[in-house]
């Protein structure tokens, strides 16, 4: 009798342990903080940072340093977020451009309550190789005061959006799109303003990295000239001058990239 009591006890015991074994396992979390994660894939090293889930939402900082001599663009819709069932999500974002040697970040955002499970895998297709070197189309010279707004030479055609000619500062509003078939940089810091006096000075607006354009694209650009000296060079507001693009529309072709896949595991001391 006493056997069979003692057998009873053990019985009771090891369920409670594995009810409470269970109990852990299906723990459920408000918000679950993924461990952040690092890897090279070729010449680039990638970064997840930041990532985390709720009942509405699931989102990630990507972070990514190109080391080639090449620019890089990551097409963000051909990535995949896969969950602990093979359930496949794929985020909706613009491409990711980053030029040589540089950084390029996107906040990659998934709306729902399906993605609170303690693991998730990020899988990173979409890279593509881009070298800056390629055929360079040579442009027409635009004239200030305008004489057209707009030119076009092989794939690419320029439209002035709008410009603001000034004594001191002169600021040229422009959109530039592609309509060949493979790939178009344009770098505006190649421009140029040549003035009456036969002097050329480079385009000084802030924003002056390439722009990297798929068939069809378009995107607008400033060019800024400022502070040029008006005895030996003459007035902005009144001087006849000429914007030159030297080489800065060319056409190139792209490579696919091998990508790679991310696991992302829980942080659960971060996590409740």
Same mark, same amino acid.
């Given at each position: *009798?006493?056997?069979?009591?003692? @057998?009873?006890?053990?019985?009771?015991? @090891?369920?409670?342990?594995?009810?409470?074994?269970?109990?852990?396992?299906?723990?459920?979390?408000?918000?679950?903080?993924?461990?952040?994660?690092?890897?090279?894939?070729?010449?680039?090293?990638? =970064?997840?940072?930041?990532?985390?889930?709720?009942?509405?939402?699931?989102?990630?900082?990507?972070?990514?340093?190109?080391?080639?001599?090449?620019?890089?663009?990551?097409?963000?819709?051909?990535?995949?977020?896969? /969950?602990?069932?093979?359930?496949? =999500?794929? !985020?909706?974002?613009?491409?990711?451009? #980053?030029? !040589?040697?540089?950084? &390029?970040?996107?906040?990659?955002?998934?709306? $729902?309550?399906?993605?609170? *499970?303690?693991?998730?895998?990020?899988?990173?297709?979409?890279?593509? @190789?881009? +070298?800056?070197?390629?055929?360079?189309?040579?442009?027409? #010279?635009?004239?200030? +005061?305008?004489?057209?707004?707009?030119?076009?030479? $092989? +794939?690419?055609?320029?439209?002035?959006?709008?410009?603001?000619?000034?004594?001191?500062?002169?600021?040229?509003?422009?959109?530039?799109?592609?309509?060949?078939? /493979?790939?178009?940089?344009?770098?505006?810091?190649?421009?140029?303003?040549?003035?009456?006096? &036969?002097?050329?000075?480079?385009?000084? @607006?802030?924003?002056?990295?390439? #722009?990297?354009?798929?068939? &069809?694209?378009?995107?607008?650009?400033?060019?800024?000239?400022?502070?040029?000296?008006?005895?030996?060079?003459?007035?902005?507001?009144?001087?006849? *001058?000429?914007?030159?693009?030297?080489?800065?529309?060319?056409?190139?072709?792209?490579?696919?990239?091998? &990508?790679?896949?991310?696991?992302?595991?829980?942080?659960?001391?971060?996590?409740?």
């Amino acid at each position: *009798m006493k056997k069979i009591i003692y @057998s009873l006890i053990l019985l009771v015991i @090891s369920s409670s342990v594995s009810f409470g074994q269970k109990v852990a396992k299906e723990k459920k979390y408000d918000k679950i903080i993924y461990n952040e994660v690092t890897k090279n894939v070729g010449d680039l090293t990638v =970064y997840i940072v930041d990532a985390l889930s709720t009942d509405a939402y699931f989102k990630f900082k990507l972070r990514i340093h190109n080391k080639s001599a090449n620019y890089v663009i990551l097409n963000v819709n051909k990535m995949s977020i896969v /969950d602990m069932k093979g359930v496949v =999500y794929n !985020p909706s974002e613009k491409p990711l451009v #980053i030029a !040589p040697g540089d950084f &390029g970040v996107r906040v990659i955002d998934l709306k $729902g309550s399906e993605f609170r *499970m303690t693991s998730l895998k990020v899988n990173l297709d979409g890279l593509t @190789s881009v +070298p800056s070197n390629g055929k360079v189309y040579e442009a027409p #010279i635009f004239k200030l +005061p305008v004489a057209t707004n707009d030119f076009t030479t $092989g +794939p690419f055609k320029v439209v002035q959006k709008e410009n603001d000619l000034k004594t001191d500062l002169s600021l040229v509003k422009m959109e530039v799109t592609y309509t060949g078939k /493979d790939i178009a940089i344009f770098t505006p810091s190649k421009v140029v303003l040549k003035m009456p006096s &036969g002097n050329e000075f480079a385009n000084m @607006s802030s924003n002056k990295k390439s #722009i990297v354009l798929n068939p &069809g694209d378009s995107d607008v650009f400033t060019l800024k000239w400022a502070d040029i000296d008006v005895k030996s060079n003459g007035d902005m507001q009144k001087a006849q *001058m000429q914007i030159l693009f030297k080489d800065a529309l060319v056409e190139t072709k792209g490579t696919t990239l091998n &990508g790679d896949s991310f696991d992302l595991t829980i942080n659960e001391k971060e996590s409740d």
